[in-house]
């Protein structure tokens, strides 16, 4: 509702409903509010460990959507899974009771801290967010956090701090990010993704400009220097920017070696060795997102030395090149890559670590996108030794399209293609010995085969 500002309702003792309030971004926004002062009631379809938490709080949670509890509130925040046909938000309209989004209540927060680091891009978001985090826990800045996955340093995906930082993941899906205000804007990269939603790279880097564009005279934005795209999106970009790279822009890597796929390396600032860092998680992309994240700490003006604590203390986010356990002495990892660009860094990461084989469980995510980097999956799923694929998960979508992960397995020399996941883990637990390195792959529910493999008795 464009004519109304949520913000004007985010004042003690006014009540929000919140539709989906157990969801990983709607129970940590539930929480800040509450600790607002305003009177927080919420539904969600099932019970769980996050309703219970929230009610210890003394916070109303009802299982299952109707009208009637929306009693008494004067604004509903809805989840994106909660369509106009949700029998709270048709009630709320029936009842003129203003209708905002989640996104829209994250940005009316920011407006009250001081520093809002929002990290945007197609990859890494998840993983420098928790970067970014753990630098300000570090930095003791007490940060208001939310990210897109669980960070083991916070037992959750969000925080609720009492500082004046604020660090969030932020989504280009659905435009979503568009609804921050931000201080500092962090673009990792950009490349034509969400195609069920944005019509082209165009129309992705359309969004990406307005998101940058949000910031203030007096703020920042974070780019990474390294990606033709992000450096075309912010062609003619006014603001003032920081950006970061490899071995070039205001923050850089030097000296970078590597020990059992691990990069020790320095990061350079204007010039100057700024602090020096040791990762405990493989991969280059994972040198690039410390970088960006150690540029985002720079700006934010956190001394060195928590940059060096804080990066050298992340071991990854869950579902983050995840170790699951070994099964036949082969170890299994899960990672949340879904997209070929992603998949490329994990399997060069992979490569790093020196395992004799590399077998991968891949599940693509959505019919649309399958379909639209069709040509990109079949080169990617090449890399390793051995290819499994699972059926495509159908996430939010129908299969208008009639595109399966057979079709991908008939392009893909020596892959082998399964119908259900149960078929993966047996598939898996055949090829299994020591000296492998098993991942499986994708945003979906792949990782349930890894992790019954490893809980096998055979």
């Known amino acids: 509702m464009s004519d109304l500002n949520i913000h004007d309702y985010f004042v003690p003792g006014c009540h929000a409903h919140l539709v989906g309030i157990g969801g990983v971004s709607m129970a940590p926004l539930a929480e800040v509010l509450h600790g607002m002062g305003m009177v927080i009631t919420g539904s969600d379809m099932h019970e769980s460990a996050t309703v219970e938490h929230l009610r210890s709080l003394g916070i109303q949670v009802a299982i299952g959507h109707r009208a009637e509890n929306l009693n008494g509130a004067k604004l509903v925040i809805r989840t994106a899974a909660a369509h106009n046909d949700n029998p709270e938000i048709s009630g709320a309209h029936a009842r003129g009771i203003p209708v905002f989004e989640r996104a829209q209540a994250w940005g009316a927060i920011m407006r009250g801290y001081k520093n809002a680091l929002c990290i945007s891009g197609t990859h890494g978001k998840t993983t420098t967010t928790s970067m970014c985090t753990h630098i300000a826990m570090a930095a003791q800045a007490d940060p208001t956090v939310m990210i897109g996955g669980t960070l083991p340093l916070l037992g959750a995906g969000h925080r609720v701090g009492r500082g004046d930082t604020i660090i969030l993941e932020s989504c280009e899906y659905c435009n979503s990010f568009l609804s921050f205000f931000p201080t500092v804007a962090v673009i990792l990269d950009i490349e034509a993704d969400h195609l069920d939603f944005f019509k082209d790279l165009a129309d992705v880097e359309h969004s990406f400009r307005t998101f940058a564009d949000l910031v203030p005279e007096d703020g920042v934005i974070v780019a990474n220097r390294d990606d033709e795209n992000t450096m075309h999106t912010l062609e003619g970009e006014t603001r003032p920017m920081v950006t970061f790279g490899l071995e070039e822009g205001d923050v850089h890597a030097a000296n970078l070696t590597w020990n059992r796929g691990l ?48 990066l050298s203390a992340f071991r990854g986010a869950a579902r983050r090149f995840e170790h699951k356990g070994s099964y036949h002495g082969a170890e299994v990892y899960d990672d949340y890559a879904h997209h070929p660009g992603e998949l490329k860094a994990l399997f060069a990461a992979a490569r790093s670590l020196g395992y004799d084989r590399i077998i991968c469980a891949f599940q693509p995510h959505t019919y649309s996108r399958t379909k639209a980097l069709f040509d990109d999956f079949v080169q990617v799923l090449q890399e390793p030794d051995v290819t499994l694929l699972a059926e495509i998960f159908a996430a939010r979508e129908d299969n208008t399209i009639g595109i399966s992960s057979r079709d991908l397995a008939e392009r893909i020399p020596g892959s082998r293609y399964f119908a259900t996941l149960p078929e993966v883990t047996d598939a898996l637990a055949q090829l299994a010995r020591p000296g492998d390195l098993i991942l499986t792959v994708g945003a979906g529910d792949i990782y349930t085969a890894g992790e019954a493999l490893v809980q096998r008795q055979d």
């Open 263 to 310: 990069p020790t390396f320095d990061i350079i600032w204007k010039g100057q060795p700024f602090a020096h860092v040791s990762l405990r998680v493989p991969g280059v992309h994972n040198v690039k997102n410390a970088l960006a994240a150690a540029a985002s700490a720079i700006v934010l003006g956190m001394p060195a030395k928590a940059v060096e604590d804080g």
